[in-house]
């Protein structure tokens, strides 16, 4: 039973190990992912789109289906989006549908890019209201740190770090960058906009030589390939010099700027960069040149819903000209549009909304800290008891263990007891026969022979015991060898053995002691029992040695005694002795 509940508690843990990995994807599902987007998503015709999409589709899984539906939903929202130039209902129903799916799937990385591209969408049209919750969801999972690589990555930080850096979260912002950057090869367009970010971020905080060094690099790494951040790079650089009143470099910057922004239509970097060089000519007192300009970017503003912003602050200049040039009507004519333009902005992306989006994000990281703490401390409890029941089964999975391994001790030392009790036996049950007989040279000869079985026997025993898991107790008690060496010839033995030799084969036994004075009673148990008519093998058992020294003291013997050697080891005479 308890080795069920250990094994039970094995495969559970082996599932939740794979079901953590459920959510999270292969390096190479990213490439793949990666891979799809970037071939589509300059794609202009919704139909091609589509049907792109749907023979993507064919022979894949249900999630890699899902991750290809957030994906097209996504490029097909911002390809209306780009079509009508603004927000719309259908782009909005297209990204909300692509959220929908990703919580469906449940995998975090779908819904961070989802959410971080509904939030985008928001952003790119100055919305930063409805921005504020989408932003705030991937944050937090990119805060959370709950994936380890996600598709579009890189992208995805950026597009949270251009949000927040709007909505004065700075530090966080730069986070994202830097992080992005670590993601992203030099070779991608996508390497200078990130550059460009992180410049942004020390422009804004006045930190212009840290911001310088970022804008060269962004300069060199976007000239070749990113033609709309090589422009922006120039205005932002031209941005430093104005602030260091470098008027000359800076006009100069803005002019190539504008110059490029215009040959690929970006309007959104024409009027940024016209507004900036339209305040340098106010700044030096041009007001012709300055109200030339800024109405070159009102009529690129105007009736632009997402380019409010800009009117805004291309009203605020032409009213300053306006006093500058004592015209009242002009001046009453901007306050008034000022007026209702702040009250349009107080909805999208004005001061005051930044203000507000500001103080919610503060009160929804308070709430987000209090959760995580939270979350926190169930995940310790949880950890706690997980950590209890781990310990109470491996504590009862090491009493089973123990309690086993004594069993198989216990057991094992019952086996040898039982195996030395046998051969102890066999050994009592010879010696018993051979003392109910009438001492005999023949019954000692079967005694002898009886012994070298058992001798044959133990140490068939001992060799298989050395070679098992038992030997250890060989090694410790030795009781085997023990028996092993009782079988020897003691002199005890050796003193009955002669006594009985010497009164069955008197007339032999008195030539040889007589004739050979000199031999020992090693040459004497040799000779005897050879003359019994035991093998080589067998005297060698008996007496506790080699078969090769058995041999050797034989022909010592011959050699000692050449001319009675037949008779002290004569084969003749062991048929006599047997007969």
């Known amino acids: 039973m308890i080795k069920n509940i250990s094994i039970s508690f094995i495969i559970m843990f082996v599932f939740a190990i794979l079901f953590s990995f459920r959510n999270q994807h ?36 249900q999630i890699t289906k899902s991750h290809l539906q957030v994906i097209y939903l996504s490029l097909l929202a911002n390809l209306h989006s780009k079509k009508v130039d603004g927000k719309n209902s259908k782009s909005e129903q297209l990204f909300k549908e692509a959220i929908r799916i990703s919580y469906s799937t449940n995998h975090q990385d779908l819904i961070l890019f989802s959410n971080t591209y509904l939030g985008f969408y928001y952003y790119s049209y100055s919305d930063v209201v409805n921005a504020l919750p989408y932003f705030m ?104 010099h104005k602030n260091e009143k470098s008027y000359k470099t800076a006009i100069k910057l803005l002019e190539e700027d504008i110059e490029i922004s215009k040959a690929i239509n970006e309007n959104r970097n024409t009027i940024y960069a016209t507004i900036l060089l339209g305040e340098i000519y106010l700044e030096n007192d041009s007001i012709h040149k300055a109200k030339e300009l800024i109405v070159q970017a009102k009529n690129y503003a105007d009736d632009k819903e997402h380019l409010k912003g800009f009117l805004y602050q291309i009203n605020e200049i032409l009213l300053k000209i306006a006093i500058l040039q004592n015209n009242d009507a002009d001046e009453l004519n901007y306050r008034r549009k000022l007026s209702l333009l702040k009250n349009e902005l107080s909805h999208t992306d004005g001061a005051d909304v930044i203000n507000k989006v500001n103080w919610e994000i503060q009160k929804q990281n308070i709430t987000y800290k209090l959760e995580v703490e939270n979350a926190k401390i169930e995940k310790e409890k949880i950890i706690t008891k997980a950590l209890i029941i781990i310990l109470i089964l491996l504590i009862i999975s090491l009493l089973f263990v123990y309690l086993y391994f004594i069993k198989r001790l216990k057991d094992k030392k019952i086996f040898y007891n039982n195996i030395v009790r046998k ?73 009955a053995f002669k006594e009985t030799f010497r009164n069955e084969q008197t007339e032999y036994y008195n030539y040889i002691i007589t004739t050979y004075p000199n031999l020992t009673d090693s040459n004497l148990r040799l000779i005897f029992l050879h003359k019994m008519g035991l093998s080589n093998t067998q005297i060698s058992q008996i007496l506790g040695v080699t078969v090769e020294a058995v041999k050797k003291a034989k022909q010592r013997l011959r050699k000692k005694y050449p001319e009675n050697s037949h008779l002290i080891m004569s084969k003749e005479n062991q048929k006599k002795l047997t007969e």
């Open 26 to 61: 292969s390096e190479t599902d990213i490439v793949y992912l990666n891979k799809i987007y970037n071939e589509n998503e300059y794609i202009e015709d919704s139909i091609l789109l589509r049907r792109k999409f749907k023979a993507l589709e064919i022979g894949k899984d």
């Open 137 to 240: 969801t991937s944050s937090k999972i990119l805060d959370a740190k709950s994936i380890s690589s996600q598709f579009r990555f890189a992208d995805i930080l950026k597009k949270n770090a251009y949000f927040f850096i709007t909505v004065e979260e700075d530090e966080k912002s730069l986070n994202y960058l830097k992080t992005a950057l670590k993601h992203t090869s030099t070779n991608y367009p996508e390497y200078s906009n990130l550059l460009s970010g992180i410049a942004q971020y020390y422009i804004k905080h006045k930190n212009y030589e840290e911001a310088k060094k970022y804008i060269i690099k962004t300069i060199l790494y976007s000239k070749k390939n990113n033609r709309i951040r090589y422009a922006k790079a120039l205005g932002d650089l031209a941005l430093i």
């Open 423 to 495: 051969l102890q036996s066999q050994k009592l049950q010879s010696e018993e026969k051979l003392g109910e007989k009438t001492s005999s040279l023949n019954a000692y000869k079967t005694y002898l022979v009886e012994k070298n079985i058992l001798i044959d026997n133990l140490k068939k025993e001992i060799e298989h015991i050395q070679n098992s898991k038992i030997s250890y107790l060989e090694d410790k008690n030795g009781e085997l060898q023990r028996l092993l060496e009782s079988h020897l010839m003691t002199e005890e033995n050796w003193i």
